[in-house]
């Protein structure tokens, strides 16, 4: 125990085939403290994170435990050394139990391997009760709320001894309220001397719960500061590298024509036998953002799976500029005007193994100006357009519209897709997370263009899971819980915790389904 | 140095050295497995699996053996044009040996029942193949059965269908059907032949370059041009750009409003179409008759998988690769049986075809060795560059 710091990260350098994504970066966890790891995407936040479970092995730089030399090769031996981590995306078996995921890997056995639950279950009880972490043992990991697989994950952390934590954007599913009792977890867990690194880019979360800070921006360590000492701003220009402005600057908005109408609109589930979106119906109308609120998993995926085709409808009607599209192919619609930013951009948003001029034109490869009328594709023509919009929409990547989207980070893509979205004069843009995973500076672009949209007369509707962005950016707020609309807000007028009651199905208008 | 390089960054050299490693690599495994049988034999052996038709002397000979090996290298460049351009999109062809054999199928009887011209009976393997290949493309799309396993069955299933087929065209007195070159004519119950050259592929004048070898004609020079046609089709065109983006994300594809499903039966259509004409273009030659007893799935269709591979699914690639493919498994008939068993010459070409699965493997390996070390060039510059700003 001779070292103040639990976990050190020593100048460490990671290189990858044309990036560099970590180069000597430092990172020392003081035992029994909360430590922000803050940096924008593609910082080289998760590389690192990887380095610390032995993914991937350092060119450079050395990793001490307790002021001890110690050599990580795979998650096994991070696990041993006590390290643990909340992945942003759950690593949780949906269809056993809240006990079973806990004991996964580490199962107490008896003779023959038979699985000795009742002593797991109450050791996982007695820790429960230790932290605070309210959890059903017995019940199925897909029948609770994300707040609550999320107390698994750090059960799961506590059964195995860990006492480094980690926790990665460990926010950004929750509620409000859900948020407050997470704060108030990762409080008690120090107060019982665990170690915690909180990475996150939300700067309003690590002010409130971090005693230090350590910023990353672009691969390269930037400092390490007491959360005490600076502001909110100074953190920012820290992690961006210039002065931001928070505050989405937009002016009244003078809503038109319906563009959009939403006629009792009914969309199945894949995932479940019920219908995931259940009779809804709403108006957009052009020069107004109406952004559906909620938490996720409420529907909100096949809201738009069935406006934008994706999904046919079970019933109802969909009814753009007057016509009715409620059977039109995917193709109509988007020739029709209908411009979409997709939730999960590897999935829907871009071919990954093409480069970006040809992601570029996924949407209108098939134009004259870019097909011949015998078919063949105007490559010279694909990749001026593509220069064009890297440049206007500042979208960066090694080697300009011949790199592969896989190659780029995520901010990128999603700017890639947006300029693409964009571009195409869109009457009706749906927009689905727009900002998921981008750093401050892209954000506040990002919905500098969706104002831009909203002011030149066109329809937008937002589907977005972060607060902020919600109140910030909408013009109206339609809130969904359990694939209905339980209400509508004023962005103006309703507060955070008013909008956390509606998500999660506390209260509801009496109305029911609104329109304009 | 910097212009060495970037030529070794080019893919296509990267390619070209992964291979010839892999080609190196199994011959002298290859060798190993030879002096482990049997050592005394081994170096002759080894050597004439490379000769191939060199083994002979006489000039002439070897010219017309060298024939042989060519009209047996379009119908393998065929098949792994089939492979490579399903690969391209996506799904993994496995089927191309039951799309031949229904190509082979077909083509023998609309020749031999039927007495049609060279150019039907290849359309009619096209269709075939077609045909075939749409099944699996159909299910996959429709059902999502995964391609490979519907084209494993549906390999034999075609096979047997078409030993079927083709025992209604068969020599009385073999197991094999009437050569291409006769028309099955039944009257009053019994059967005889008349000749009916027009179903021969045209040779072009190509047979004179090889020794009057009868085979050699159209066949080779078609599948180039198809192999290029293949690539311009891939690269070039709108079709390619829907194809190969249906194939490396469906989601996306359908995103963005192309037929996601009719893509991908179009794709096996195609690739089925292309397996279907390799058989034309190798039993409307007339060097090969068809067993109507083969209880095994020719081989020429798993062989287009390996060719595919080893040139880099490359469609300019896979020329040369099949070519040597069919050289080595040529070679192999020239071994000498009294020390080896005849199946040697299979074991040395499929030890190049395994390595040919490490391709890729060095292919990445090459990159990455490359670019690191640019990089750690260019981290080396930066930080120099700032130490002496700091300072």
């Not at chain 1, 435990?65 to 909340?86: F, S, T, Y």
């Not at chain 1, 500098?448 to 949209?453: M, N, T």
């Not at chain 1, 030149?456 to 694939?483: F, T």
């Amino acid at each position: 125990m001779g070292s103040e710091y639990a976990i050190e990260m020593l100048g460490i350098t990671k290189r990858f085939p044309g990036i560099i994504a970590n180069d000597n970066i430092t990172l020392q966890l003081r035992r029994g403290e909360i430590h922000a790891l803050l940096g924008e995407n593609g910082a080289g936040k998760s590389t690192l994170m990887s380095v610390l479970f032995g993914l991937y092995e350092p060119e450079e730089g050395v990793i001490k435990k307790d002021g001890e030399v110690v050599r990580i090769n795979d998650p096994n031996d991070a696990n041993a050394l006590g390290i643990g981590m909340v992945h942003q995306h759950f690593k949780l078996v949906e269809c056993f139990t809240v006990l079973d995921n806990i004991i996964l890997g580490v199962e107490p056995t008896g003779k023959f391997g038979l699985l000795k639950k009742d002593e797991a279950r109450k050791r996982v009880l007695e820790l429960s009760e230790r932290y605070g972490l309210q959890v059903d043992p017995d019940a199925k990991i897909s029948d609770i709320t994300v707040g609550m697989q999320q107390r698994t994950e750090i059960l799961k952390m506590l059964y195995r001894d860990n006492d480094i934590l980690i926790f990665d954007e460990p926010t950004a599913v929750l509620t409000p309220q859900e948020i407050d009792e997470l704060m108030q977890i990762m409080r008690n867990l120090r107060a019982e001397g665990k170690s915690i690194l909180f990475i996150s880019h939300k700067l309003a979360e690590i002010m409130a719960v971090a005693d230090r800070c350590s910023v990353l921006r672009k691969g390269r360590y930037i400092g390490t500061v007491n959360t005490k000492d600076v502001t909110v701003e100074e953190l920012s220009a820290m992690m961006v590298g210039h002065n931001v402005n928070f505050h989405v600057e937009k002016k009244e908005a003078h809503p038109g024509d319906v563009v959009l109408h939403v006629e009792n609109m009914t969309v199945a589930s894949r995932a479940h036998k019920n219908n995931a979106v259940k009779n809804v119906s709403f108006d957009v109308r052009g020069g107004e953002v109406v952004c559906i609120a909620g938490i996720d998993g409420n529907g909100q995926t096949e809201l738009v799976y069935g406006i934008t085709g994706l999904e046919p409808l079970v019933s109802g009607k969909i009814v753009m500029q007057g016509k009715d599209i409620t059977k039109a192919s995917i193709r109509q619609r988007s020739l029709a005007g209908m411009c979409h930013i997709p939730e999960d951009r590897h999935k829907h948003g871009l071919v990954l193994d093409f480069p970006l001029d040809y992601n570029i034109v996924l949407q209108r490869y098939f134009e004259d100006h870019f097909t011949t009328h015998a078919g063949f594709l105007r490559r010279g023509n694909i990749r001026k357009y593509s220069d064009e919009l890297i440049d206007q929409f500042d979208i960066r990547s090694g080697q300009g519209s011949a790199t592969t989207a896989r190659a780029m980070s995520g901010g990128n893509q999603q700017k890639a897709i947006i300029a693409r979205e964009i571009d195409r004069k869109p009457e009706l843009l749906v927009a689905v997370q727009p900002t998921r995973g981008l750093d401050v500076g892209a954000i506040e672009n990002v919905h500098r263009h969706i104002i831009a949209q909203r002011d030149a007369g066109k329809a937008v509707l937002l589907v977005s899971l972060e607060m902020d962005e919600v109140l910030d950016v909408s013009d109206r707020i339609l809130v969904m819980y359990e694939g209905e609309i339980v209400g509508e807000l004023d962005p103006k007028k309703t507060t955070p915790e008013e909008m956390g009651l509606y998500m999660a199905g506390a209260k509801r208008d009496t109305a029911g389904k609104k329109g304009a | 140095m910097n212009k060495k390089v970037s030529l070794l960054k080019k893919p296509a050299v990267q390619t070209l050295i992964a291979s010839l490693l892999c080609i190196v690599l199994g011959l002298l495994i290859g060798y190993v497995a030879l002096l482990l049988i049997n050592p005394a034999g081994a170096w002759d052996a080894i050597q004439s699996i490379i000769k191939n038709f060199w083994t002979y002397s006489k000039h002439t000979t070897q010219i017309k053996n060298l024939g042989n090996t060519l009209v047996k290298t379009a119908p393998l460049l065929m098949c792994s044009l089939s492979v490579l351009f399903a690969y391209k999109v996506g799904l993994f062809n496995i089927g191309a040996a039951g799309q031949y054999v229904a190509g082979a199928g077909a083509c023998i009887y609309c020749a031999v029942a039927l007495g049609w011209n060279w150019v039907f009976c290849m359309i009619a393997a096209i269709l075939a193949g077609a045909l075939v290949g749409s099944i699996s493309g159909v299910l996959k799309a429709y059902r999502n059965v995964n391609e490979v396993i519907s084209c494993i069955m549906l390999n034999w299933i075609t096979l047997y269908l078409i030993n079927t087929l083709l025992a209604g065209v068969k020599e009385p007195t073999s197991n094999y059907t009437y050569s291409i070159t006769k028309r099955l004519v039944v009257e009053n119950g019994v059967a005889s032949t008349v000749p009916n050259p027009g179903t021969v592929l045209p040779s072009l004048g190509l047979e004179n370059l090889f020794n009057n070898n009868k085979y050699v004609g159209l066949a080779l020079p078609l599948a180039v041009v198809l192999a290029i046609a293949v690539w311009v089709l891939l690269n070039k065109t709108q079709l390619g750009y829907e194809l190969r983006a249906t194939g490396m994300n469906k989601n996306a594809a359908k995103y963005c409003g192309m037929q996601d499903k009719q893509n991908i039966v179009m794709t096996m259509a195609i690739a089925g179409a292309l397996a279907g004409m390799g058989a034309a273009m190798l039993y409307l030659t007339g060097i090969q008759q068809w067993s109507v007893t083969q209880s095994s799935v020719p081989s020429m269709g798993f062989n287009g998988i390996a060719a595919a591979f080893l040139g880099g699914l490359n469609p300019i690639g896979a020329i040369f690769s099949s070519f040597f493919i069919q050289h080595i498994t040529d070679g192999g008939s020239y071994l000498d049986m009294r020390v080896y068993s005849g199946e040697i010459s299979d074991l040395i070409s499929s030890l190049i075809i395994y390595l040919c699965g490490f391709v890729f493997f060095f292919k990445t390996s090459l990159t990455n060795a490359i670019t690191l070390r640019e990089d750690k060039k260019l981290l080396d510059e930066r930080r120099n560059k700032e130490g002496g700003k700091a300072s």
